[in-house]
Protein backbone atom coordinates (compact mmCIF):
# COMPACT_ATOMS: atom_id res chain seq x y z
CA UNK A 1 0.00 0.00 0.00
CA UNK A 2 1.08 3.49 -1.03
CA UNK A 3 0.43 4.68 2.80
CA UNK A 4 3.46 2.85 3.68
CA UNK A 5 5.54 5.75 2.58
CA UNK A 6 5.74 9.42 3.78
CA UNK A 7 7.55 12.20 1.90
CA UNK A 8 10.31 13.80 3.61
CA UNK A 9 11.25 17.58 4.01
CA UNK A 10 13.61 17.50 0.65
CA UNK A 11 11.18 15.84 -0.70
CA UNK A 12 8.00 18.44 -0.09
CA UNK A 13 10.90 21.03 -1.34
CA UNK A 14 10.83 18.97 -4.46
CA UNK A 15 6.98 18.99 -4.68
CA UNK A 16 6.39 22.88 -4.05
CA UNK A 17 9.33 24.30 -6.73
CA UNK A 18 10.19 21.12 -9.00
CA UNK A 19 13.50 18.50 -8.81
CA UNK A 20 16.57 20.41 -9.65
CA UNK A 21 16.75 18.37 -13.05
CA UNK A 22 13.32 19.62 -14.07
CA UNK A 23 14.01 23.55 -13.24
CA UNK A 24 17.30 23.08 -14.90
CA UNK A 25 15.72 22.08 -18.14
CA UNK A 26 13.47 24.90 -17.92
CA UNK A 27 16.42 27.32 -17.92
CA UNK A 28 17.61 25.45 -20.94
CA UNK A 29 14.10 25.50 -22.81
CA UNK A 30 14.77 29.60 -23.09
CA UNK A 31 18.48 29.72 -24.00
CA UNK A 32 19.33 26.34 -25.01
CA UNK A 33 22.81 26.50 -23.46
CA UNK A 34 24.29 27.80 -19.92
CA UNK A 35 27.25 28.30 -17.70
CA UNK A 36 28.09 25.69 -15.00
CA UNK A 37 28.83 29.27 -13.44
CA UNK A 38 24.70 30.34 -14.12
CA UNK A 39 23.52 27.35 -12.70
CA UNK A 40 25.29 27.01 -9.84
CA UNK A 41 24.37 30.80 -9.04
CA UNK A 42 20.76 30.29 -9.92
CA UNK A 43 20.11 26.73 -8.26
CA UNK A 44 22.87 27.18 -5.55
CA UNK A 45 23.84 23.93 -3.98
CA UNK A 46 21.04 21.98 -5.93
CA UNK A 47 23.21 22.95 -8.71
CA UNK A 48 25.04 19.46 -9.40
CA UNK A 49 22.57 17.60 -8.20
CA UNK A 50 20.65 18.86 -11.29
CA UNK A 51 23.27 18.68 -13.83
CA UNK A 52 24.07 14.64 -12.40
CA UNK A 53 20.12 13.50 -12.54
CA UNK A 54 19.71 15.45 -16.03
CA UNK A 55 22.82 13.75 -17.60
CA UNK A 56 21.88 10.50 -16.37
CA UNK A 57 18.51 10.70 -17.82
CA UNK A 58 20.20 11.95 -21.17
CA UNK A 59 18.54 15.38 -21.29
CA UNK A 60 22.00 17.25 -21.10
CA UNK A 61 25.39 17.45 -22.03
CA UNK A 62 28.46 18.94 -20.85
CA UNK A 63 30.88 20.16 -22.61
CA UNK A 64 34.05 22.63 -20.74
CA UNK A 65 31.99 24.56 -18.98
CA UNK A 66 28.94 24.99 -20.56
CA UNK A 67 25.43 23.22 -20.27
CA UNK A 68 23.60 21.87 -23.39
CA UNK A 69 20.16 21.12 -23.74
CA UNK A 70 20.39 17.51 -25.77
CA UNK A 71 16.75 16.30 -25.24
CA UNK A 72 13.91 17.87 -23.85
CA UNK A 73 11.40 15.30 -22.17
CA UNK A 74 7.78 15.23 -22.37
CA UNK A 75 6.96 14.49 -18.63
CA UNK A 76 9.19 14.50 -15.57
CA UNK A 77 8.80 10.51 -13.99
CA UNK A 78 9.94 12.13 -10.40
CA UNK A 79 7.69 15.04 -10.43
CA UNK A 80 4.81 13.15 -11.03
CA UNK A 81 5.76 10.69 -8.84
CA UNK A 82 5.97 12.75 -6.04
CA UNK A 83 2.53 14.42 -7.30
CA UNK A 84 0.76 11.14 -7.37
CA UNK A 85 2.59 10.03 -3.64
CA UNK A 86 0.76 13.32 -2.08
CA UNK A 87 -2.45 12.34 -3.81
CA UNK A 88 -2.59 8.67 -2.52
CA UNK A 89 -2.32 7.40 -5.68
CA UNK A 90 -0.29 4.28 -6.96
CA UNK A 91 3.24 3.83 -8.10
CA UNK A 92 5.60 1.16 -9.53
CA UNK A 93 8.04 -0.31 -7.31
CA UNK A 94 10.70 0.83 -9.61
CA UNK A 95 9.61 4.62 -9.44
CA UNK A 96 9.07 4.11 -5.48
CA UNK A 97 12.97 2.84 -5.05
CA UNK A 98 14.19 5.90 -7.43
CA UNK A 99 12.57 8.14 -4.96
CA UNK A 100 13.46 5.92 -1.53
CA UNK A 101 17.19 5.98 -2.92
CA UNK A 102 17.20 10.00 -3.49
CA UNK A 103 15.48 10.45 0.09
CA UNK A 104 12.59 11.92 -1.41
CA UNK A 105 10.33 9.54 0.73
CA UNK A 106 10.63 7.22 3.44
CA UNK A 107 8.91 4.15 5.14
CA UNK A 108 5.88 4.81 7.16
CA UNK A 109 6.91 3.37 10.61
CA UNK A 110 3.32 3.35 12.10
CA UNK A 111 2.08 1.45 9.08
CA UNK A 112 5.21 -1.17 9.62
CA UNK A 113 4.83 -1.50 13.01
CA UNK A 114 0.58 -1.63 12.63
CA UNK A 115 1.48 -4.82 9.42
CA UNK A 116 4.11 -6.99 11.93
CA UNK A 117 2.15 -6.70 15.06
CA UNK A 118 -0.84 -8.36 12.08
CA UNK A 119 1.82 -10.97 10.75
CA UNK A 120 2.08 -11.61 14.96
CA UNK A 121 -1.31 -11.84 15.65
CA UNK A 122 -2.10 -14.40 12.47
CA UNK A 123 0.98 -16.84 12.96
CA UNK A 124 4.43 -16.04 11.52
CA UNK A 125 5.82 -18.42 9.64
CA UNK A 126 8.70 -16.44 7.67
CA UNK A 127 11.07 -13.69 8.55
CA UNK A 128 9.78 -10.56 6.76
CA UNK A 129 10.44 -6.85 6.36
CA UNK A 130 7.98 -5.54 8.01
CA UNK A 131 9.28 -8.05 11.37
CA UNK A 132 12.82 -7.07 10.77
CA UNK A 133 12.20 -3.03 10.03
CA UNK A 134 10.01 -2.52 13.13
CA UNK A 135 12.23 -4.41 15.29
CA UNK A 136 8.91 -7.02 16.73
CA UNK A 137 10.97 -9.92 15.21
CA UNK A 138 12.61 -10.09 18.81
CA UNK A 139 9.04 -10.70 20.45
CA UNK A 140 8.48 -13.87 17.87
CA UNK A 141 9.03 -17.74 18.67
CA UNK A 142 9.64 -18.67 15.13
CA UNK A 143 9.68 -22.59 14.52
CA UNK A 144 13.09 -24.65 14.72
CA UNK A 145 14.51 -26.07 11.90
CA UNK A 146 16.73 -28.97 10.98
CA UNK A 147 20.28 -27.01 9.76
CA UNK A 148 21.51 -30.18 9.48
CA UNK A 149 19.21 -31.13 6.51
CA UNK A 150 20.97 -30.28 2.82
CA UNK A 151 19.12 -28.00 0.72
CA UNK A 152 18.42 -27.67 -2.56
CA UNK A 153 21.62 -26.82 -4.73
CA UNK A 154 21.66 -24.03 -6.83
CA UNK A 155 23.62 -23.51 -10.35
CA UNK A 156 25.04 -20.83 -11.25
CA UNK A 157 25.50 -19.31 -14.72
CA UNK A 158 29.09 -20.06 -15.85
CA UNK A 159 30.95 -20.75 -19.05
CA UNK A 160 32.10 -24.46 -20.78
CA UNK A 161 34.50 -25.93 -18.97
CA UNK A 162 35.71 -26.89 -22.59
CA UNK A 163 35.73 -22.84 -24.09
CA UNK A 164 37.42 -21.82 -20.35
CA UNK A 165 40.03 -24.46 -21.48
CA UNK A 166 40.21 -22.77 -25.41
CA UNK A 167 40.23 -19.31 -23.76
CA UNK A 168 42.87 -19.85 -21.03
CA UNK A 169 45.54 -20.97 -23.75
CA UNK A 170 44.87 -18.53 -25.85
CA UNK A 171 45.17 -16.04 -22.86
CA UNK A 172 48.85 -18.28 -22.38
CA UNK A 173 50.23 -18.26 -25.25
CA UNK A 174 49.01 -14.15 -25.40
CA UNK A 175 50.96 -13.83 -21.92
CA UNK A 176 54.22 -15.45 -23.89
CA UNK A 177 54.34 -12.51 -26.39
CA UNK A 178 52.27 -14.72 -29.62
CA UNK A 179 50.07 -12.46 -32.00
CA UNK A 180 46.77 -13.70 -32.82
CA UNK A 181 46.48 -14.56 -36.47
CA UNK A 182 43.57 -15.07 -38.67
CA UNK A 183 41.67 -16.05 -41.74
CA UNK A 184 38.26 -16.69 -43.25
CA UNK A 185 35.97 -19.66 -42.10
CA UNK A 186 35.87 -20.61 -45.98
CA UNK A 187 38.80 -20.99 -47.85
CA UNK A 188 40.18 -20.92 -50.76
CA UNK A 189 42.19 -24.30 -51.68
CA UNK A 190 45.46 -21.43 -52.72
CA UNK A 191 45.83 -20.55 -49.04
CA UNK A 192 44.73 -24.04 -47.61
CA UNK A 193 47.43 -26.28 -49.72
CA UNK A 194 49.00 -24.13 -52.90
CA UNK A 195 50.81 -21.80 -50.85
CA UNK A 196 51.96 -24.68 -48.14
CA UNK A 197 53.35 -26.44 -51.30
CA UNK A 198 50.71 -29.18 -51.03
CA UNK A 199 50.50 -30.21 -54.70
CA UNK A 200 46.93 -30.26 -56.55
CA UNK A 201 47.30 -34.44 -56.59
CA UNK A 202 47.65 -34.87 -53.39
CA UNK A 203 45.27 -37.26 -51.93
CA UNK A 204 44.52 -34.60 -48.87
CA UNK A 205 42.73 -32.60 -51.79
CA UNK A 206 40.82 -35.07 -52.86
CA UNK A 207 36.43 -34.89 -52.18
CA UNK A 208 36.87 -38.04 -49.59
CA UNK A 209 39.54 -36.02 -47.12
CA UNK A 210 38.15 -32.01 -47.78
CA UNK A 211 34.96 -31.05 -47.96
CA UNK A 212 33.84 -28.37 -50.83
CA UNK A 213 31.53 -25.55 -51.12
CA UNK A 214 28.87 -26.52 -54.09
CA UNK A 215 28.04 -22.24 -54.79
CA UNK A 216 29.44 -20.67 -54.94
CA UNK A 217 32.60 -22.87 -55.75
CA UNK A 218 35.16 -20.47 -56.45
CA UNK A 219 36.86 -17.67 -54.95
CA UNK A 220 39.21 -14.67 -55.87
CA UNK A 221 42.65 -15.79 -55.83
CA UNK A 222 45.51 -12.99 -54.43
CA UNK A 223 47.97 -10.80 -56.52
CA UNK A 224 49.32 -12.38 -59.57
CA UNK A 225 53.15 -11.75 -58.56
CA UNK A 226 52.36 -14.12 -55.48
CA UNK A 227 50.31 -16.70 -57.70
CA UNK A 228 53.14 -16.91 -59.99
CA UNK A 229 55.94 -17.19 -57.56
CA UNK A 230 53.70 -20.09 -56.24
CA UNK A 231 52.97 -21.79 -59.49
CA UNK A 232 56.42 -21.72 -59.95
CA UNK A 233 57.59 -23.74 -57.31
CA UNK A 234 55.40 -26.03 -58.01
CA UNK A 235 56.15 -26.63 -61.39
CA UNK A 236 59.67 -26.62 -61.31
CA UNK A 237 61.27 -25.34 -57.81
CA UNK A 238 61.84 -22.09 -59.00
CA UNK A 239 64.34 -20.02 -56.65
CA UNK A 240 64.13 -22.70 -54.23
CA UNK A 241 66.60 -24.59 -55.01
CA UNK A 242 64.19 -27.75 -55.28
CA UNK A 243 62.60 -29.01 -58.78
CA UNK A 244 59.40 -28.92 -57.46
CA UNK A 245 56.14 -31.43 -57.77
CA UNK A 246 56.84 -31.38 -61.98
CA UNK A 247 53.33 -30.62 -62.87
CA UNK A 248 51.44 -28.14 -64.27
CA UNK A 249 50.23 -26.22 -61.59
CA UNK A 250 46.07 -25.30 -62.60
CA UNK A 251 44.92 -21.56 -60.98
CA UNK A 252 41.07 -22.55 -61.39
CA UNK A 253 42.04 -25.68 -58.86
CA UNK A 254 43.56 -23.12 -56.32
CA UNK A 255 40.53 -20.37 -56.84
CA UNK A 256 38.08 -23.21 -55.25
CA UNK A 257 36.51 -22.79 -52.29
CA UNK A 258 36.53 -24.88 -49.03
CA UNK A 259 35.88 -24.98 -44.92
CA UNK A 260 39.21 -24.58 -43.91
CA UNK A 261 40.59 -27.72 -43.25
CA UNK A 262 43.22 -26.96 -40.78
CA UNK A 263 44.40 -23.63 -38.96
CA UNK A 264 48.02 -23.54 -40.97
CA UNK A 265 46.26 -21.69 -43.77
CA UNK A 266 46.41 -18.71 -41.18
CA UNK A 267 50.26 -19.22 -40.93
CA UNK A 268 50.24 -18.82 -45.14
CA UNK A 269 48.26 -15.44 -45.19
CA UNK A 270 50.36 -14.45 -41.93
CA UNK A 271 53.59 -15.23 -43.58
CA UNK A 272 52.63 -13.12 -46.94
CA UNK A 273 51.96 -9.98 -45.38
CA UNK A 274 55.78 -9.49 -44.40
CA UNK A 275 55.83 -9.91 -40.77
CA UNK A 276 58.40 -8.53 -38.69
CA UNK A 277 61.47 -10.54 -37.50
CA UNK A 278 61.93 -12.07 -34.61
CA UNK A 279 57.69 -12.83 -34.34
CA UNK A 280 55.38 -15.23 -33.24
CA UNK A 281 52.10 -15.69 -34.19
CA UNK A 282 49.34 -18.44 -33.07
CA UNK A 283 45.17 -18.84 -33.73
CA UNK A 284 42.88 -20.94 -32.57
CA UNK A 285 40.46 -21.90 -35.47
CA UNK A 286 37.52 -24.25 -35.93
CA UNK A 287 38.46 -26.76 -39.08
CA UNK A 288 36.35 -29.58 -41.13
CA UNK A 289 37.59 -32.66 -42.41
CA UNK A 290 35.44 -35.58 -43.59
CA UNK A 291 36.35 -38.26 -41.36
CA UNK A 292 35.03 -41.21 -39.30
CA UNK A 293 33.72 -39.82 -36.25
CA UNK A 294 35.23 -41.97 -32.72
CA UNK A 295 36.99 -41.35 -29.67
CA UNK A 296 39.26 -39.53 -31.10
CA UNK A 297 38.17 -38.11 -34.18
CA UNK A 298 35.21 -35.55 -35.61
CA UNK A 299 34.37 -33.75 -39.08
CA UNK A 300 34.92 -30.72 -36.46
CA UNK A 301 37.77 -29.86 -35.05
CA UNK A 302 39.61 -26.64 -33.10
CA UNK A 303 43.11 -26.77 -34.02
CA UNK A 304 46.24 -24.59 -32.31
CA UNK A 305 48.63 -23.09 -34.98
CA UNK A 306 51.67 -21.51 -34.13
CA UNK A 307 54.73 -20.08 -36.12
CA UNK A 308 57.93 -18.76 -34.67
CA UNK A 309 60.26 -16.54 -37.07
CA UNK A 310 63.75 -15.42 -36.72
CA UNK A 311 67.14 -15.67 -38.23
CA UNK A 312 68.66 -18.37 -36.62
CA UNK A 313 66.35 -21.01 -34.68
CA UNK A 314 66.47 -25.18 -34.18
CA UNK A 315 64.26 -27.58 -34.46
CA UNK A 316 65.31 -28.00 -30.98
CA UNK A 317 63.85 -24.62 -29.93
CA UNK A 318 60.31 -25.74 -31.27
CA UNK A 319 60.30 -29.30 -29.16
CA UNK A 320 61.18 -27.07 -26.25
CA UNK A 321 58.41 -24.41 -26.69
CA UNK A 322 55.69 -27.73 -27.48
CA UNK A 323 56.90 -29.29 -24.44
CA UNK A 324 56.40 -25.89 -22.02
CA UNK A 325 53.12 -25.42 -24.03
CA UNK A 326 51.62 -28.92 -22.99
CA UNK A 327 52.70 -28.55 -19.82
CA UNK A 328 51.57 -24.99 -18.41
CA UNK A 329 48.31 -25.66 -20.45
CA UNK A 330 47.32 -29.27 -19.46
CA UNK A 331 49.80 -30.11 -17.16
CA UNK A 332 51.40 -32.88 -19.31
CA UNK A 333 55.51 -33.88 -18.51
CA UNK A 334 56.04 -36.38 -20.83
CA UNK A 335 55.10 -36.57 -24.39
CA UNK A 336 56.56 -38.56 -27.26
CA UNK A 337 57.92 -37.28 -30.34
CA UNK A 338 58.11 -39.15 -33.93
CA UNK A 339 59.23 -38.34 -37.11
CA UNK A 340 56.36 -37.48 -39.61
CA UNK A 341 55.72 -36.44 -42.99
CA UNK A 342 53.96 -33.23 -44.21
CA UNK A 343 54.67 -31.50 -47.30
CA UNK A 344 55.24 -28.29 -45.90
CA UNK A 345 57.95 -29.19 -43.30
CA UNK A 346 61.16 -30.26 -43.13
CA UNK A 347 61.92 -32.36 -40.08
CA UNK A 348 58.80 -33.22 -39.24
CA UNK A 349 57.58 -34.68 -36.33
CA UNK A 350 54.47 -35.94 -34.23
CA UNK A 351 53.69 -35.30 -30.63
CA UNK A 352 51.87 -38.35 -28.58
CA UNK A 353 50.71 -37.70 -25.17
CA UNK A 354 49.25 -40.62 -23.13
CA UNK A 355 45.68 -41.03 -22.28
CA UNK A 356 44.79 -42.43 -18.90
CA UNK A 357 42.11 -44.74 -20.90
CA UNK A 358 42.97 -44.57 -25.10
CA UNK A 359 46.73 -44.51 -24.19
CA UNK A 360 49.52 -42.54 -26.27
CA UNK A 361 47.22 -40.56 -28.91
CA UNK A 362 48.69 -38.12 -30.99
CA UNK A 363 47.88 -34.32 -30.29
CA UNK A 364 50.09 -32.31 -32.73
CA UNK A 365 52.37 -32.18 -35.85
CA UNK A 366 55.24 -30.08 -36.06
CA UNK A 367 58.52 -28.82 -37.75
CA UNK A 368 60.47 -26.53 -40.01
CA UNK A 369 58.62 -24.42 -43.03
CA UNK A 370 60.24 -25.60 -46.15
CA UNK A 371 62.00 -22.82 -48.39
CA UNK A 372 59.15 -23.85 -51.23
CA UNK A 373 56.25 -22.52 -48.31
CA UNK A 374 58.39 -19.47 -47.33
CA UNK A 375 60.32 -18.01 -49.96
CA UNK A 376 57.34 -17.83 -52.65
CA UNK A 377 55.82 -16.18 -49.11
CA UNK A 378 58.73 -13.70 -49.15
CA UNK A 379 60.53 -14.91 -46.24
CA UNK A 380 63.96 -15.39 -46.00
CA UNK A 381 63.92 -16.21 -42.40
CA UNK A 382 63.56 -19.76 -40.89
CA UNK A 383 60.12 -20.52 -39.73
CA UNK A 384 59.10 -22.59 -36.74
CA UNK A 385 55.51 -24.23 -36.91
CA UNK A 386 52.88 -26.48 -35.45
CA UNK A 387 49.31 -27.10 -35.34
CA UNK A 388 47.80 -29.00 -32.18
CA UNK A 389 44.41 -30.91 -32.37
CA UNK A 390 43.46 -28.95 -29.09
CA UNK A 391 40.59 -31.25 -28.80
CA UNK A 392 42.72 -33.92 -27.68
CA UNK A 393 44.38 -32.17 -24.89
CA UNK A 394 41.09 -30.72 -23.64
CA UNK A 395 39.78 -34.80 -23.32
CA UNK A 396 43.10 -35.08 -20.82
CA UNK A 397 42.42 -32.02 -19.41
CA UNK A 398 38.94 -32.22 -18.96
CA UNK A 399 39.20 -36.04 -17.87
CA UNK A 400 36.85 -37.17 -20.91
CA UNK A 401 37.17 -40.75 -22.76
CA UNK A 402 35.81 -39.60 -25.95
CA UNK A 403 36.00 -36.10 -27.85
CA UNK A 404 32.38 -35.84 -28.81
CA UNK A 405 31.49 -35.20 -24.74
CA UNK A 406 33.38 -32.15 -25.59
CA UNK A 407 30.23 -30.97 -26.98
CA UNK A 408 27.95 -32.88 -24.98
CA UNK A 409 24.18 -31.73 -23.47
CA UNK A 410 24.88 -33.89 -20.44
CA UNK A 411 23.15 -31.39 -17.18
CA UNK A 412 24.58 -32.92 -14.76
CA UNK A 413 28.28 -33.03 -16.04
CA UNK A 414 28.02 -29.15 -17.22
CA UNK A 415 26.72 -28.22 -13.46
CA UNK A 416 29.13 -30.58 -11.84
CA UNK A 417 32.42 -30.01 -13.75
CA UNK A 418 34.55 -27.34 -12.72
CA UNK A 419 35.70 -24.78 -14.79
CA UNK A 420 39.45 -24.32 -14.50
CA UNK A 421 40.65 -20.63 -13.49
Known amino acids: MQSNYLITKEGREYLEKGTPEKRLVEILKEKERVSIKEIENVL ?64 DKEDIVKKAEKQIKEGVKFLTHELL ?51 PTIELEFWNFDALYQPQDHPSRDWTQTYSLK ?22 G ?4 STGWEYKWDPSKAARLIPRAHATCCSARTLAINPETPSKHFAIRRCFRPDVIDATHGVEFHQCEGIVIDKNLSFREMIGILKTLTKEIVGIEEIRIKPDYYPF ?19 AGAGIFREEVTIPLGVKDIVLAWGIGIDRLAMISLELNDIRELFTRNLNWLREKEVLV
Open 133 to 183: ASGLWRNVNFPKYNVSIVGRKEYGGKRHPYMKFLIRIREKLVSLGFKEMSS
Open 238 to 241: WITG
Open 44 to 107: KEEGWIAINWAKKFGWVEVKDDLILLKYLPKRFEIDDALKSLHEKKELKNETLEILLKRKLIIE
Open 215 to 236: FPNEGKLPENKLIERVKKTHED
Open 345 to 363: TEPSVELLAKHPKLGWIEF
